[in-house]
């Protein structure tokens, strides 16, 4: 499962994974990159507050954890 498909099913989680998540379903322009590096220079091209680029890395931990 990709890491964006991963972070979607997140979006009932009541943590700062799950605001981020919610925040992905409702971005038409999230991109369909698979690396950290691709996404996190999104959110600063955007921009993002930096508790969402905190948010993604803590989220893209959890994903390569093997958590979802």
């Known amino acids: 499962m990709s890491f964006t498909a991963w972070l979607r099913r997140q979006r009932r ?7 981020l998540a919610r ?9 369909r990159g698979r690396t950290l590096t691709r996404l996190d220079a999104y959110l600063v091209e955007v921009p993002a507050c930096d508790a969402a680029r905190v948010s993604l890395r803590v989220a893209w931990d959890e994903y390569r954890a093997g958590a979802g």
């Open 13 to 19: 989680s009541n943590d700062r994974v799950g605001d």
């Open 23 to 31: 925040d992905v379903v409702i971005d038409d322009n999230w991109p």
